[in-house]
């Protein structure tokens, strides 16, 4: 299980980065909310803790959803002003803050859909737009950094959420990986816009993995952990393709093609 989370997820990044230079960073930030990154780390904790602390962690992962959007609107809101780390250290104390908040919650399923729901709609109208006008394609550049960042990332998420309790398990498990790596990716080569558009995008993508978590919460205490995996997984695919209609037209169209990174 640990060597198919250190190569699943760099891979990932990989194909991500694919889908940006070919599609946008739009398309690419729709495509990063399947549960890429959270489903293996809640098997991990199934594995190792049983499906009553899997179906908790997985329970908080849908309330974590609301840190992992303050984390996109700090950063899509101070791209614009400041350079990546600057940026990147207030979005991560913004997401730190949301998760301390968020033990404070009692463990319920309705309170953490209606937190995540909230954060969703919030975000909706609170992320910034890219604006009118072009985005710079995404520049040629050493993949190779950018998918060990994700393994390392991947390690220590799993580690510490092995370590921990139900509730924080679960919200470690939903920390923003995956746009750390491509946000400051993006910011780096393409600029503030780049950034708010991508972002926009992950806000798009929270359907398939808010109907992973949900299908884990609701299915492991009724059935054995395979078939609930898989379901969980089919329902993720389902959502996000059916996600994929709100997504502007300009991102589900096929650019000519571009040369794919190095």
Request: aromatic share 6%.
């Amino acid at each position: 299980m640990l060597l198919l989370k250190l190569t699943l997820v760099p891979a990932f990044l990989y194909l991500l980065a694919l889908v940006a230079r070919y599609y946008g960073p739009q398309r690419a930030g729709w495509m990063a909310g399947l549960p890429v990154v959270a489903g293996p780390i809640l098997w991990l904790l199934l594995q190792e803790h049983g499906a009553d602390f899997a179906t908790h962690a997985a329970m908080q992962a849908i309330a974590a959803i609301a840190a992992s959007e303050l984390f996109n609107l700090v950063y899509a809101r101070s791209a614009s002003r400041h350079d990546w780390p600057r940026t990147l250290t207030a979005a991560l104390g913004a997401w730190l803050l949301a998760a301390c908040l968020l033990q404070l919650l009692k463990p319920s399923l309705p309170l953490a859909l209606a937190v995540a729901g909230l954060a969703v709609v919030i975000n909706s109208y609170c992320l910034p737009q890219p604006g009118a006008g072009s985005i710079p394609g995404a520049a040629k550049e050493v993949l190779w950094l950018r998918m060990l960042a994700a393994a390392l990332l991947t390690l220590l998420a799993s580690l510490v959420a092995s370590q921990m309790g139900a509730r924080w398990s679960g919200m470690v498990a939903v920390f923003p990986l995956l746009a750390v790596v491509m946000a400051v990716a993006t910011q780096r080569t393409q600029g503030a816009r780049a950034v708010q558009a991508l972002l926009r995008g992950m806000l798009l993508g929270r359907l398939g993995f808010a109907g992973f978590c949900l299908a884990l919460a609701l299915l492991l205490p009724r059935m054995e952990e395979n078939p609930a995996f898989l379901l969980a997984s089919l329902s993720a695919i389902g959502l996000q393709l059916l996600s994929r209609r709100l997504l502007p037209s300009s991102a589900r169209t096929t650019p000519a093609a571009i040369p794919p990174p190095d």
